[in-house]
């Protein structure tokens, strides 16, 4: 007895799925048209302070933001959060935990 034949006769359903799979690519589809675009259409609500959501964000997400004048105080404040690595630094890092 062939494969298929065989497959055929110990999975019966096997058969009745492929027939409606046959019969649903016969089915034609409607094809709609895509919705107009406008260009006052609004998905988002502008930010109108993006700094005051930035900061919103941080506190929802519970980061640390550390505002700075310039980049040369952006890196001073990396170095110090980085150098600090496990003194608290503002941040609770959970406790290693030991394996038994």
Do not use: H, W, Y
Not at 17 to 35: F, H, N
Not at 62 to 84: G, I, P, R
């Amino acid at each position: 007895m062939p494969q298929t034949d065989r497959a055929q006769s110990e999975n019966p359903s096997r058969e009745q799925i492929l027939q409606r799979i046959r019969a649903g690519l016969r089915t034609p589809v409607k094809v709609e048209e895509p919705a107009a675009t406008t260009s006052d259409r609004m998905i988002f609500e502008p930010i109108q302070n993006p700094l005051e959501r930035f900061q919103q964000e941080c506190v929802a997400n519970l980061m640390e933001c550390a505002l700075t004048a310039d980049s040369a105080a952006s890196a001073q404040q990396l170095a110090k959060v980085t150098s600090e690595g496990s003194q608290d630094n503002g941040l609770r890092r959970p406790a290693a935990q030991k394996l038994a």
